[in-house]
Each structure stands twice: as structure tokens, then as C-alpha cells.
């Protein structure tokens, strides 16, 4: 299973951005995927997840300005970031879960499959 994230860069406060992780390699029909973010130093933050219901789950410091989606045909997930502010800059890492259906999880043990990450950049 392979996962490529794309879409990241530099953007002023308030500004908006598009993440994109394609997925290979992964054929179950049931999926629970998330997006997370590295901040220098820390911990890897869970702030997005869906799962194959397409149920959704956001960490407080995103809710109402990130929307976490899925191409209906292809295995693309998106994370669509609006109104950014500086403390978003990090890495942002997409992640697939070997454990499809179970809840839609924030927690990093939940997840088996990593891309390498996209860095976003907010400037104030």
C-alpha cells in the first residue's frame, strides 16, 4: 500500500489550500483514512478523518475551516483548507488504518499506512 500526498505550499493567513493523498495498492472495500500534521519537535496531531460511511471527525483547532473528502471513483482522498492561520504551518501526513470498520479515529496507532507528507506554510 503506497500513499502520495500532493497539493501543499505557501499561502498568506486567511488563504486556502487543497491537500491530496492517492492511494495504491489498498483493496478493501472499506477504508478509514485520516490526515495529520507534524509540527517541528511534536507529536503527530490527527486532524481529519473519514471513513467508508464517510463519517467525519476533526480536531478542535480545525472544525469549521477543514473538510476531509473522497473521489467517489478513485481511491483520492482530499483535505480541503480554508481560512489558514499561521499555527497550521506543519507537515501534513495522510494515513490508511489496516482496521477499515472500526470508528473514525484521531489516535496515529489507529493507522498502519503513511505517505511521506506535504508541507504547508501559512504566512502572517
Excluded at 485520516?34 to 464517510?54: C, L, S, Y
Aim: proline fraction near 3%; hydrophobic fraction near 30%.
Amino acid at each position: 500500500v503506497q500513499l502520495v500526498e500532493s497539493g501543499g505550499g505557501s499561502v498568506q493567513a486567511g488563504g486556502s489550500l487543497e491537500l491530496s493523498c492517492s492511494v495504491s495498492g489498498y483493496t478493501d472495500n472499506y477504508y478509514r483514512m485520516a490526515w495529520f500534521r507534524q509540527f517541528p519537535g511534536k507529536e503527530r496531531e490527527g486532524v481529519a478523518t473519514i471513513d467508508t460511511n464517510r463519517a467525519t471527525r476533526y480536531a478542535d483547532s480545525v472544525l469549521g475551516r477543514f473538510t476531509i473528502s473522497k473521489d467517489n471513483e478513485k481511491t483520492i482522498f482530499h483535505l480541503q483548507m480554508n481560512s489558514l492561520k499561521p499555527e497550521d504551518t506543519a507537515m501534513y501526513i495522510c494515513a490508511l488504518s489496516n482496521w477499515p470498520r472500526y470508528a473514525p479515529s484521531l489516535d496515529s496507532e489507529d493507522f498502519h499506512y503513511w505517505g511521506r507528507g506535504t508541507q504547508v506554510t501559512v504566512s502572517s
